[in-house]
């Protein structure tokens, strides 16, 4: 009903960047939440922002400061800019949306795109 296309993955040194993108298209009614959330090898998959439909944001801790999410409703895609990157972000970064009315909304998943850090 709903599918999520991420992009904008890759490889960085330290200290670079990198700015992940989630579409979502198909049968959309509304979208409402979305968010970024990661998994490294060997680990489970952590929150790492979200955003809700009114542009009010929340962070992990370890991540303030540096990542910035943001949305364009019109596009129904949400963004993740990724700054001083350091080698404990390489994971697979995966998007989530809800989408749907109220009780009847339902979550969507991205397959999830790579990002590396390394030197």
């Known amino acids: 009903q709903v599918q999520l296309v991420e992009s904008g993955g890759g490889s960085v040194q330290p200290g670079g960047s990198l700015r992940l993108s989630c579409a979502a298209s198909?049968?959309?009614?509304?979208?409402?939440?979305m968010g970024w959330y990661r998994q490294a090898p060997g680990k489970q998959r952590e929150l790492v922002a979200e955003i809700t439909i009114s542009g009010i944001t929340n962070y992990q801790e370890f991540v303030k400061g540096r990542f910035t999410i943001s949305r364009d409703n019109a596009k129904n895609t949400v963004y993740l800019q990724l700054n001083s990157l350091k080698p404990e972000d390489a994971a697979v970064y995966y998007c989530d949306v809800d989408e749907g009315l109220g009780p009847e909304s339902k979550d969507y998943w991205g397959k999830g795109i790579q990002v590396n850090v390394s030197s």
């Open positions: 198909g049968r959309i009614f509304r979208i409402n939440d």
